[in-house]
């Protein structure tokens, strides 16, 4: 199975700041990493698919880039809403295995 | 607009059964693979299954390979989670998850809120 593996697993930052989390895959997954955010209490919601490419209404403040086995996403510049947890997800190959999240607080 | 709604959660014995659905509106729901995801208390995201949208073809979890069956029926646009030999370990609120294609995919573009299952004596 290939292990996803984020860091940060938690990141403070305040409005305005770039907040940038690491994704790695135990094997190459070519561009096959998705990126999703979930509030609680709520399901996650699709951010990026693809590595880089944004899903149909989420602002453009968020980014992602990387291929092979390192990714990131970015936002560029938080908003309030934007405090939440981020988990990326590999869709090479089944098990469709996520990280562990990222918990992003206010500072 | 696409709707998922989970139901079938409940309290259930370790090693009983549960079977959880998932009523999907707003696309057409053979013409997309369907997935159920897992989280536990607290914890991160699970994938647990997916089934294609003919449903000719299923993957699983090592998790729950064995006591857990995946289906779907799609002339009531229904998918379904057979859970069986349960664990306290399956405890989690499960999601149904809309793929982005007919065939598996892995890429989770709808969800659903979620139902809750706890196994526990």
């Known amino acids: 199975d290939i292990q996803m593996t984020q860091s940060p697993s938690s990141l403070s930052a305040s409005v305005g700041d770039r907040v940038t989390i690491t994704c790695r895959a135990s094997?190459?997954?070519?561009?096959?990493l998705n990126w999703y955010q979930q509030k609680p209490g709520k399901a996650p919601k699709l951010l990026i698919y693809?590595?880089?490419s944004l899903q149909s209404g989420v602002p453009s403040r968020f980014s992602g880039s990387g291929s092979g086995t390192d990714f990131t996403l970015t936002i560029s510049s938080l908003r309030p809403e934007d405090f939440a947890t981020y988990y990326c997800?590999?869709?090479?190959?089944?098990?469709?295995?996520f990280g562990q999240g990222t918990k992003l607080e206010i500072k | 607009e696409v709707q998922l709604l989970e139901s079938g959660g409940g309290l259930v014995q370790p090693g009983g059964s549960l079977r959880l659905s998932c009523a999907a509106s707003?696309?057409?729901?053979?013409?997309?693979?369907m997935s159920w995801v897992r989280q536990a208390p607290g914890k991160g995201l699970e994938w647990v299954s997916v089934?294609?949208?003919?449903?000719?073809?299923?993957y699983y979890a090592d998790s729950v390979k064995g006591r857990f069956t995946i289906s779907r029926d799609n002339s009531k646009n229904t998918m379904y989670l057979q859970m069986n030999s349960l664990r306290a370990e399956d405890t989690a609120v499960y999601y149904c998850?809309?793929?982005?294609?007919?065939?598996?995919?892995?890429?989770?573009?709808?969800w659903g809120q979620g139902t809750l299952v706890t196994v526990s004596s």
């Open positions: 998850a809309k793929e982005s294609q007919i065939a598996v995919a892995g890429l989770f573009d709808c």
């Open positions: 707003g696309f057409t729901f053979s013409s997309y693979a």
């Open positions: 089934i294609s949208g003919s449903g000719g073809s299923t």
């Open positions: 094997q190459s997954i070519s561009s096959y």
């Open positions: 693809s590595a880089s």
């Open positions: 997800q590999q869709s090479y190959s089944p098990p469709f295995t």
